[in-house]
Every structure is written in C-alpha cells, then in structure tokens.
C-alpha cells in the first residue's frame, strides 16, 4: 500500500525558514517524481513544484510565486522527499501535501494527509 | 503559464440529476506525438486531501465509479457525474500536467439542491 506522510509543519514568523518532510512507503521511491502542491485555508490548490528521479538528474521544478525561495529535494536512502522553505511569507500559510503520480500517467494519484504551515508573527 | 479556468463556481445538483463541470486551459494541453491531453480531475471533500477521479482527460482512475466520466480535447474539457449521488458533495478541481508549472483550475464546489 502506497503512503505518504508529511511533518515539519508548524507556526514561524515571517521571514522565517521551515523544512517539510514527506516519508514515503509501498513504492520504488527512488525511481519516482514527488510533487508539493499546498492549499490555503478555504482556498483552491497551488502546485509548488517537483523533483524528479535520479535517471532524470533530479530536475526540479517550482512554481513562480515560490521560486529562489523554496527548494525541493529528496533522499532515496530514506525514502524521503524535502521542501525547504526561506523567506516565508503570510501568503504562504497553508497544507503542505506531498504526491507521487499515478500508475500510467504523470497526475497526482496518492497523496498524504498534508502538513500545516502558519507564517504569522 | 498555463491558465485553468472552471465553470460554474458552485453548482446545485438534484440527486440522479446530471453534474456538468467545464475546464478551459489558456493553451492546448494536447501532446500531439502520443495524442494525449495532460488534464486531470480531482474530487477534494473537506478536511481530505484531493483524490484522482481522471486523467487523460477521460481515463478514470482504479475504483472511481462508472458515473464519473471526463471528455474534451485540447483546451476545453468536461467533468460528468452522470446520477449524482450524495457522496459526491465536493469540489472538484482540473488540472493541467502538460508541463511546468503544472495549474489548477480555481475549483467548483458540488451540492446537493
């Protein structure tokens, strides 16, 4: 069975860094890309970006709103995937959740229950 | 960037009534070497993470039931739920996975009328 599962959430201030974790199990994670895709309270989904397997360099990909600000990376020794987040923002309060892609295509099949990140003072 | 727009932002439903979603992407998400259109449909109820109904455009994902269906091609795209059924309170949201950075639609919240 294919899990995933977020932690690192919490409250910082503005101006602040936080490091998400995303441990994942049930799947060949190193061979997979991972996704982070957040979600303001009462608002719609936001991509934040990607990293892909090590065969595809571990290319990553970000969102504008979060670029030279948030890095993403991944330890296939641990299964786990990262989301390093600097300068952070009141806009960027929100659920962090982790994906992986379905079986057959590049959408996000399986997701994690999600991590929550105030930035307030 | 690829913008995701849906239609309507909220739809009221009568149960065994059809629901009709509308997705339209700024450009064609139409990958012309595999014929494929990189759109997805999720189904997010509260206080869950989103969920997988369709991707291809009209492929549905393992065990989402028959009455969910997606169809379109290239930058307008269609989400049905054939007999609404209670369950299907949500919002459904329209992604697009063509390429970075991946867009969602704004999302469009189902009920019951």
């Known amino acids: ?121 | 960037d690829v913008v995701m727009t849906q239609s309507p932002d909220s739809l009221a439903v009568s149960l065994g009534e059809r629901a009709t979603i509308n997705c339209k992407s700024s450009q064609s998400v139409l990958y012309n070497s595999n014929n494929k259109n990189y759109l997805a449909w999720y189904q997010q109820k509260p206080g869950q993470p989103p969920k997988l109904l369709i991707y291809w455009a009209s492929t549905r994902e393992s065990g989402v039931p028959d009455r969910f269906s997606g169809s379109g091609s290239a930058t307008d795209f269609t989400l049905t739920i054939s007999s609404l059924q209670a369950e299907d309170v949500a919002v459904y949201y329209c992604q697009q996975y063509y390429g970075t950075p991946y867009s969602f639609g704004q999302g469009t919240k189902l009920e019951i009328k």
């Open chain 1, 1 to 121: 069975e294919v899990q995933l599962e977020e932690s690192g959430g919490g409250l910082v201030q503005p101006g602040g860094s936080l490091k998400l974790s995303c441990a994942v199990s049930g799947f060949t994670f190193s061979g997979s890309a991972m996704h982070w895709i957040r979600q303001a309270p009462g608002k719609g989904l936001e991509w934040v970006g990607r990293i892909r397997s090590e065969a595809k360099n571990y290319a990553t990909a970000y969102a504008a709103s979060v670029k030279d600000r948030f890095t993403i990376s991944r330890d296939d020794s641990k299964n786990t995937t990262y989301l390093q987040m600097n300068s952070l923002q009141s806009e960027d309060t929100a659920v962090y959740y982790c994906t992986k892609v379905a079986t057959g295509t590049t959408a996000s099949g399986f997701w994690g229950q999600g991590t929550l990140v105030t930035v307030s003072s």
